[in-house]
């Protein structure tokens, strides 16, 4: 198996551009989590979707923040506009419906907001 | 929020000695996980616990679990170069939410 697999790994960008992150989850897994980690703030429980529905939508920032899963094997992670603070490395992570409740992560997208 | 809490927020030991790792948690768990990561790379599962039970082993690894005091450790036997990462802790209290804490970082030296 491949693994979730992230996209871009690392993108640069100027403040108020759009930007937009891609996850492929396990094949098989229905749940998808999007985290964001920081130094100051630890790892973040963005949103999650179970069965391509938004389960909970409680820990993304602000209405810059938005995402989509169109089908099972693919989800969005969308800023716009992009602000400095969204610097941050942003994981993707899925697990599946028979497991014990395990993530298994991406190796993430690190966003540097100029 | 029942986002966890490592203690020491980082260990240095020699390669060989033992290292243990404290997490303490808010409410009510259904279970709680270990994680490992390396530096820039994605967080891998290391061992699950359920809140029933008490004491967990794989490997080198040893977790215990104790809910009236709302706290784990994680201890790594004879602790080797590549174990240098860092170690969080999560918790969930009902359905797929996974909350994490804020890590400890391991260093093992030769």
């Known amino acids: 198996d491949a693994g979730v697999i992230q996209s871009p790994r690392h993108e640069v960008t100027e403040m108020g551009q759009e930007v937009t992150l891609r996850c492929k989850p396990i094949?098989?897994?229905?749940?998808l989590f999007w985290y964001r980690q920081t130094m100051m703030r630890g790892l973040e429980l963005l949103i999650y979707?179970?069965?391509?529905?938004?389960?909970?939508d409680s820990g993304m920032p602000e209405d810059r923040f938005s995402a989509k899963m169109p089908n099972a094997s693919f989800s969005t992670l969308k800023i716009q506009p992009s602000e400095p603070r969204d610097s941050a490395v942003y994981f993707c992570?899925?697990?599946?419906?028979?497991?014990?409740?395990?993530?298994?992560f991406g190796e993430g997208s690190r966003l540097t907001v100029l | 929020s029942q986002q966890g809490e490592e203690d020491p927020q980082a260990l240095s030991i020699q390669e060989g000695e033992n290292a243990t790792m404290n997490c303490s948690y808010k409410?009510?768990?259904?279970?709680l996980q270990w994680y490992r990561q390396n530096s820039g790379r994605g967080l891998v599962h290391l061992i699950l616990?359920?809140?029933?039970?008490r004491e967990k082993h794989s490997g080198r690894l040893r977790v215990t679990l104790d809910t009236s005091k709302k706290s784990s450790s994680l201890l790594i036997t004879a602790s080797r170069a590549a174990d240098t990462a860092s170690y969080f802790c999560?918790?969930?209290?009902?359905?797929?939410?996974?909350?994490f804490g804020t890590g400890t970082q391991l260093k093992v030296e030769l």
């Open positions: 992570a899925s697990k599946g419906q028979m497991n014990t409740g395990e993530l298994f």
């Open positions: 094949s098989g897994h229905n749940s």
């Open positions: 979707f179970n069965n391509n529905v938004p389960i909970d």
């Open positions: 409410t009510s768990i259904n279970n």
């Open positions: 616990i359920r809140s029933n039970e």
């Open positions: 999560a918790t969930t209290g009902g359905g797929n939410k996974l909350t």
